[in-house]
């Protein structure tokens, strides 16, 4: 391995640069987009329920949403980023795809036993039907908050998303999937540690894997 | 209204004592007088998103209108006070003001108003809290307003002050929509104290708080004179 500084070939990363880049942007403009989301809500809510205040981003509704219409375009920018990289590199069809429906089923009652392999650089196949859901459920809750942000300018979001009133209930169902993911993410990086550092540090991949 | 103020102190004196964590998201976007980092930041992405939204902004894009049927019943009052307390203008001595760089700065009764071309609209209303209601308006549209009083439709902004104290301004290019009206009626009938009588802004195409009530006076130009909530943190845009 090359350790002097030549430009010999150096192990590959586990995780590459731009993918840890987005990731934890992503993560700081989610947290933002919840935490204040939760402040817009409670100024009409929709359910039976409040946000426990403490919990919430923005000191009042008009905070609530000056902290949400600010992390929206880094939400936005980072996530059509991430979309670009994650095709146009071939990171998604290498590293989240196929999802056999077979393997989830056995690689998730292996979870439950706290048997769950963990292969350096490779996701299995509960990760992947998560990462793949997530990011669904991103493009949903991008798309219906825009369509209530713009209801006449961007309609046609309003509209995919049957009308402004149901459109509410889309993107409040789409924020409570991504909190639901990342309860379950971050559970189970509590549960496999050491796959932390990569996603920070790069890590390196093991020889011979690519 | 009133209920987010009370969870504006409430929230304050504990972020007062349970020191800068929780103090820190904003809670000083409230409070103009003691501004820091996160209100800066804030402040510059909210001119920065008024900036989007004129760029998003089209013209010829008409807001959605509904049935007769659709019109919510009975309307839902909505001020920073208490219905009893709307304003009650004479509509026999009422005269609107206009100012700025208009050509003919005479005001106008409203019989005067009322022999101008009506528009009718049956409109989505929007709060920014996110609730919505359907509701019936009539009146005059503001662009042929502003081309009759011989304003200068180059100018950046069209504000109102009203009788109750609340002022408001909008951009030039949402003013000159077809949909934006000063409406005299509501549900076929002369609009009501609550609902702003005897003449408020009807504009379909921004949120709630931007259509200013019993409006007392209305000028043009280049200045930003920027709105009761607006002042407060309110995005300036509010672009539906
Ligand atoms: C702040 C807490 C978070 C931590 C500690 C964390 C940690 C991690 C780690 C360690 C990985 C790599 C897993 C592996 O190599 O097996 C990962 C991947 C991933 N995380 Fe997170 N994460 C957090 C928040 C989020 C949030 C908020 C989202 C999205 C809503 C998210 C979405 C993802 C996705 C989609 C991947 C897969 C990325 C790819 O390979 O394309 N994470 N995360």
Not at chain 1, 134 to 139: P, Q, Y
Not at chain 1, 185 to 197: A, D, E, Q, Y
Not at chain 2, 93 to 111: F, V
């Amino acid at each position: 391995m090359a350790r002097d500084g030549s430009t010999q070939a150096r192990p590959r990363p586990i995780h590459p640069w731009p993918l840890r880049l987005m990731h934890w942007l992503n993560a700081l403009a989610i947290v933002m987009m919840i935490g204040s989301g939760w402040q817009i809500y409670n100024a009409a809510p929709l359910f039976n329920f409040s946000i426990p205040e403490t919990l919430t981003i923005g000191a009042w509704l008009g905070a609530g949403i000056a902290w949400h219409l600010a992390f929206l375009w880094l939400l936005l920018a980072n996530g059509l980023a991430y979309l670009i990289w994650g095709f146009a590199s071939g990171h998604f069809k290498q590293k989240l795809w196929p999802i056999l429906p077979g393997q989830v089923m056995r690689e998730f009652i292996a979870a439950l036993r706290f048997k769950l392999p963990h292969q350096k650089g490779v996701y299995n196949a509960v990760q992947k039907l998560l990462y793949v859901g997530v990011i669904f459920a991103g493009l949903v809750v991008v798309i219906s908050g825009l369509g209530i942000w713009k209801p006449v300018q961007l309609w046609f979001f309003t509209d995919l998303c049957g009308g402004y009133y149901i459109a509410r209930y889309v993107h409040f169902f789409a924020m409570a999937s991504i909190v639901a993911f990342m309860a379950v993410h971050i559970l189970l990086v509590l549960m496999v540690p050491r796959v932390l550092p990569p996603m920070i540090t790069g890590g390196e991949m093991p020889e011979g894997q690519s | 209204m009133k209920q987010l103020d009370l969870n504006r102190r409430k929230l304050l004196s504990r972020a007062l004592a349970l020191g800068a964590i929780t103090a820190l998201p904003g809670c000083n976007y409230e409070d103009p007088a003691h501004p820091d980092v996160a209100d800066w930041f804030l402040h510059k992405m909210s001119a920065f998103n008024d900036e989007m939204q004129a760029l998003l902004f089209n013209p010829n894009t008409l807001a959605p209108t509904f049935s007769p049927g659709m019109i919510t019943n009975p309307p839902r009052f909505n001020a920073f006070y208490d219905m009893s307390q709307a304003p009650v203008v004479d509509p026999a001595t009422y005269a609107l003001e206009l100012g700025g760089q208009i050509q003919d700065k005479q005001s106008w009764t409203l019989a005067a108003l009322r022999a101008l071309p009506q528009e009718g609209q049956i409109t989505r209303f929007v709060c920014v809290e996110g609730w919505r209601v359907i509701g019936q308006w009539s009146g005059v549209p503001l662009g042929y307003f502003l081309h009759r009083i011989g304003a200068d439709v180059t100018c950046k902004y069209v504000s109102f002050k009203c009788a109750d104290g609340y002022y408001s301004s909008i951009d030039m290019a949402s003013a000159l929509h077809p949909q934006t009206i000063l409406a005299l009626d509501f549900l076929n009938a002369p609009l009501t104290a609550p609902f702003g009588a005897p003449v408020r802004l009807r504009i379909p195409t921004k949120l709630g708080f931007k259509n200013p009530k019993s409006i007392m006076q209305l000028a043009v130009s280049n200045v930003y004179t920027g709105g009761y909530w607006e002042d407060q943190g309110y995005n300036w845009f509010s672009g539906s």
